[in-house]
C-alpha cells in the first residue's frame, strides 16, 4: 500500500473515530445529567421522609395526661336522657367517634373546659365525630339547660345522667374525666381532669383519630341498615 493511500485509511479512520466519541459524549451528557437529578430526588425525599413522619406521628400524638391503650376496651352499655328528655344509649353513637365527656354543674374544672368541648364540637362534629358532654347532675335537666344558658352554649347536645350510673359503669374516678371511643363504641383512651380541647395540638390529635378509626365494612354495613 502506498503512502498516499495509507494516509487517507489513517484520516478516514480517525474521523470515524472522533465522530463515534463525539455521538457517545453527546449521549452520555443527558444520561448523566438526567442520573444526577434522579440520585438528587432521591437524596431530597430521604432527606424529607423522617419529617413526613414526624409530623404525621405528631398529629396523633396523645396531649400530656390522655393515655392511650394498646388495645382498645370494650364498653359496657349506659343510658342517659338528651335535651328532650329522650332516654338514649351510647350504642346510638356507634359509627362514630366520640369524645365522652363526664362532668357537672358543680365541678369547677368542669365548668371552665366546657366552652372548649363547644368550640370542638363546632370544629369536628358531625357525621364522623360527637362530643358527648354527658352530666351527671342529679338535679338533671333543669339544672344542665340553666348552665348552658348562663354560658351561651349552642352548639354542643345536652346528655344528662342523673342516676351516676354511667360514672359507675365506667369506673370515673373523678370530674372531669374524658373517654375517646371508637366507631364500634371501644374505649381507645381516656383523660383525667381538665384540658383545652379547642388548643391546636388538641384537634390536630382528635383529627387524627377520626382520620385513622375509619368506618369498617360491618359498621358502614349497620349503619345503612
Not at 38 to 63: F, H, I, M, Y
Not at 196 to 206: G, K, L, R
Request: aromatic share 6%; glycine share 8%; proline share 7%.
Amino acid at each position: 500500500m502506498s503512502d498516499t493511500r495509507r494516509g487517507s485509511f489513517a484520516s478516514k479512520a480517525a474521523a470515524t473515530a472522533s465522530g463515534t466519541i463525539a455521538r457517545s459524549r453527546a449521549f452520555a451528557l443527558p444520561a448523566l445529567t438526567f442520573l444526577a437529578l434522579a440520585l438528587g430526588l432521591a437524596w431530597a425525599l430521604t432527606r424529607a421522609s423522617p419529617d413526613a413522619s414526624s409530623e404525621a406521628t405528631a398529629a396523633v400524638a396523645p396531649p400530656p395526661g390522655f393515655s392511650i391503650h394498646e388495645r382498645s376496651r370494650p364498653l359496657p352499655e349506659i343510658r342517659f336522657e338528651n335535651g328532650e328528655g329522650e332516654t338514649i344509649t351510647l350504642a346510638q353513637f356507634r359509627g362514630r367517634v366520640v369524645l365522652l365527656n363526664l362532668w357537672a354543674t358543680w365541678c369547677a374544672p368542669c365548668r371552665r373546659e366546657m366552652p372548649t368541648l363547644e368550640r370542638l364540637q363546632a370544629a369536628l362534629g358531625g357525621a364522623d365525630f360527637e362530643v358527648l358532654a354527658l352530666s351527671i347532675d342529679r338535679t338533671g335537666l333543669p339544672a344542665v339547660k340553666e348552665f348552658y344558658q348562663e354560658l351561651g352554649l349552642e352548639t354542643l347536645p345536652i346528655y344528662v345522667d342523673q342516676t351516676g350510673a354511667a360514672q359507675r359503669a365506667l369506673n370515673a374516678l373523678g370530674l372531669p374525666t374524658t373517654l375517646l371511643i371508637d366507631r364500634e363504641g371501644n374505649e381507645v383512651g381516656r383523660l383525667l381532669g381538665p384540658a383545652e380541647w379547642d388548643s391546636p395540638a388538641m384537634i390536630a390529635f382528635i383529627r387524627g383519630h377520626i382520620e385513622m378509626l375509619e368506618p369498617t365494612p360491618r359498621t358502614s354495613a349497620r349503619n345503612e341498615n
